[in-house]
Every structure is written in structure tokens, then in C-alpha cells.
């Protein structure tokens, strides 16, 4: 694919709240084969986020997304959506878990693509830890 993409972010950081904002265009172009320009493809994006320090060690946030995609050629379309809340617990510089939630969908012009999904999710995160150089 050949893409050319534009975006617009914003990020608010507080002593314990951090707020921040994306808004996108993604135009993206089949390059492999002929025929292929069906899978060309005008996105428009956006997020809200918004996290909140609780103590030290623990954070809660939650997250907005939109995604429509225009399939130009094919005379089609997606929109699509999903809401995510969760908790963030560290309880060392290195390690994290999450566990949270995602509420999604979309919706096209085919009626039997649409869907909607519910994730419960828990994540770990491990960093390790840097060796030093002599």
C-alpha cells in the first residue's frame, strides 16, 4: 500500500489527570496488483482518552474510538466504534497489569459484515530490566 495520512493530536497532562485527543485522515492505495483497487481505502479517525491517577500505583482510564473507511471503488463502507475502560496497576517501574474492558462495533453496507464484540481482557506487561555497559 502507498499511504498519505494527516493527523491532529492533543495531550493535557495534570499532576493525576492526562487527557488527549486524535483526529486522523488515512488515504491508502493498493500497489500489488491490478485489481487490487478495491482494497483502496479513505479513513477518518478520531479518540478521546482519559486517564486518572488514583495512588501511586494505580490508574483508571477509559477511551473512545471512531473509524469510518470509504472503499472508494468498491462503493462501500465500515463504521466502526468501541469504547474501552480499564485499571492499570504497577506495582514496580517494570511491571503492569491491566485489566479492563472494550465494547465494539461496525456497521457497513452489508448487512452480514456487521458486528458487535465485548472483550474482558487481562494484560501483563514486564520491561525487564537494562544491563549496564562497561
Known sequence: FESE????????????????????????????????????????GYSAGLSYQLRETL??????NVVD????????????SATSTGIDYSPSQNLKFTVGASFGE????????????DIVFLQFEY????????
Open 106 to 117: 461496525e456497521k457497513s453496507d452489508d448487512p452480514q459484515r456487521d458486528f458487535s464484540n
Open 127 to 134: 520491561s525487564g530490566v537494562p544491563k549496564e555497559k562497561k
Open 59 to 64: 490508574s483508571f482510564w477509559a477511551r473512545y
Open 5 to 44: 495520512r494527516v493527523e491532529a493530536s492533543y495531550v493535557r497532562n495534570g499532576q493525576r489527570l492526562r487527557i488527549d485527543f486524535l483526529a486522523y485522515l488515512n488515504n491508502r492505495e493498493s500497489l500489488l496488483r491490478e485489481g487490487a483497487s478495491e482494497a483502496d481505502v479513505e479513513e477518518v
Open 69 to 80: 473507511s470509504d472503499f472508494t471503488k468498491k462503493k462501500s463502507y465500515i463504521e466502526g
